[in-house]
């Protein structure tokens, strides 16, 4: 038992010294995000990459999405998007650095501020938003950078600032939030005020236009993420990180009220979470500082046993690295696969809409250039609710007259489906609902594709 007491402690004192070189935290930053590409064999992931890099050759109108739609997309990220796969990589590197630099600039210990930037770069948020390109890899960036300039005074700041509405709309009220905050701490609400005029007149240039001709766009309910990764979410919080967030609350609380604008920021937040899970990218900054907080509570705090402290500190540490290696494993295997991008390649030379289970949608418009009935870019999508009722009654019902008119209502010609579709995504039985009608309608379908995925064509 003495043994095992002195390698867990000899180990837990090793771990920290090394957590505390600068180079090791961005090397690994750097590993993991150019991991998932490598192990892929450098097949980019993620919908988000092949949907700029499709549109940003589009003009006003994109005739692929939802059989054909008004090209409302983001409208920086349709301007830059760059093919490129280590855009994002570079991007997110950059922005650990940020996040170094801004914590230094507010004096934060030396410890404290690369085990924040390791539970950073480990942490499944921060690996999804920089491993691709997403649509809100550059804004967070932007953000980063114009907070460093900022807080140095330097007002050239103003212009990243006036680029940031360009990227993203959610981006822009973090922004303001986090400018509001510190302005009142650190008396810059003259500073604030500017920043806020400028974009409010940037918001209302890129979207009153939109709003007077679209009004607001739909709301869509049929979406369900899940906010800890370790229970299925996408790109979740860990959930040993929302564990530490507290013993890092625990440490702040030290000082009681002194540290009030911080619990309004976190508590602000939360709140954002409910309005739109995205915020969770930049929340997930506040819980690795919090995190790291946490880490040092428990370091320096007095335990009756050395064993128990240890025993704590490497539970903590060993979770997130498996929170991070779980997401590792899931981004290598998350879509398009090779057999996704062959079937899609069989498609082009097809003519005809596409049915797919939406999460395929934008891989049908950019692969195989094809329209599809839906996908999942949902903002300003036209009659997304009836479309996905539409798309959910084929995928479940056995009434082939009901089925064959839904079909020319979209001028449906294929229908793509995966093993993912018919393990728990949509079917959870070999028969049911339309995989019933395909294999008992031979005058009606015909299966022109079976590689891992099966591709039917309606006569």
């Not at 837990?12 to 505390?20: D, H, T």
């Not at 860990?238 to 440490?251: A, E, K, N, W």
């Amino acid at each position: 038992m003495l043994k095992m007491k002195n390698v867990l402690m000899k180990f837990g004192k090793e771990s920290i010294k090394l957590f505390a070189k600068p180079y090791f935290v961005f090397l690994l930053c750097l590993v993991l995000l150019v991991l998932p590409l490598l192990l892929r064999g450098f097949i980019v992931s993620g919908e988000e990459f092949y949907l700029y890099n499709r549109i940003s050759s589009i003009n006003e109108f994109d005739s692929l999405s939802y059989g054909g739609r008004d090209n409302l997309y983001n409208v920086g990220n349709s301007f830059v998007f760059i093919n490129n796969y280590f855009l994002s990589i570079i991007l997110g590197v950059s922005s650990l650095l940020l996040f170094y630099g801004i914590l230094k600039k507010f004096n934060v210990d030396l410890n404290v501020r690369l085990m924040s930037c390791f539970i950073l770069a480990i942490s499944p948020p921060f690996l999804y938003l920089f491993g691709s390109f997403r649509e809100l890899t550059i804004s967070v960036f932007l953000i980063l950078l114009g907070m460093y300039l900022f807080i140095d005074k330097k007002y050239y700041s103003f212009l990243v600032f006036a680029v940031l509405p360009f990227f993203s709309f959610l981006s822009s009220i973090v922004l303001l939030i986090l400018l509001f905050i510190y302005s009142l701490k650190f008396k810059r609400i003259k500073d604030f005020f500017i920043v806020f005029a400028l974009i409010a007149i940037v918001l209302s240039f890129l979207y009153i236009p939109i709003l007077r001709e679209q009004g607001l766009p739909e709301k869509v309910n049929f979406v369900k993420d899940n906010i800890i990764f370790d229970f299925g979410g996408v790109y979740g919080l860990s959930i040993f990180i929302v564990l530490l967030m507290f013993f890092g609350l625990s440490y702040l609380w030290r000082k009681k009220y002194k540290n009030l604008d911080f619990y309004i920021l976190l508590f602000v937040f939360i709140i954002l979470l409910f309005f739109s899970f995205k915020f969770i990218f930049y929340f997930n900054f506040l819980l690795a500082f919090l995190g790291a907080l946490g880490i040092n509570w428990i370091v320096k705090r007095e335990w009756e046993s050395n064993l128990v402290k240890n025993l704590t500190l490497l539970f903590f540490i060993f979770g997130l690295l498996f929170s991070c290696f779980s997401f590792i494993v899931n981004e290598v295997n998350t879509e398009p696969s090779e057999d996704l991008i062959k079937s899609l390649e069989f498609l082009r030379n097809k003519e005809g809409v596409v049915l797919s289970h939406y999460k395929y949608g934008i891989f049908i418009n950019s692969i195989a250039n094809k329209e599809n009935v839906l996908d999942d870019s949902f903002l300003y999508a036209p009659d997304v609710s009836e479309r996905y009722e539409d798309v959910e009654f084929l995928f479940q019902t056995r009434d082939l007259d009901k089925v064959l008119e839904i079909f020319d209502k979209y001028e449906i010609k294929y229908i793509l489906i995966t093993d993912e579709m018919k393990n728990g995504l949509v079917w959870n039985k070999k028969q049911e609902g339309l995989l019933f009608l395909l294999n008992n309608n031979p005058k009606v379908f015909n299966q022109v594709y079976d590689d891992n995925i099966e591709i039917w064509e309606i006569i």
